[in-house]
């Protein structure tokens, strides 16, 4: 007769607010990383329409 006990108010409040607090920080997380990855899209846009690297141009005395 092992029987377990009805989850209380208080662990279900608990488990709630865990879930909240991890789908905040999956949303956080994924947010981030997209913005990581538009910053690195940025980069690489800028990179490719700046001027020739320093070794391409005539050197200067």
Not at 29 to 52: G, M, V
Request: glycine share 0%.
């Amino acid at each position: 007769m092992n029987e377990t006990p009805p989850a209380s108010a208080e662990t279900k409040h608990a488990r709630a607010a865990r879930l909240a607090r991890q789908t905040r920080e999956a949303a956080a997380l994924r947010a981030n990383l997209q913005r990581r990855k538009n910053q690195a899209r940025a980069r690489t846009a800028a990179q490719s329409t700046d001027e020739p690297a320093p070794q391409d141009q005539p050197e200067c005395r």
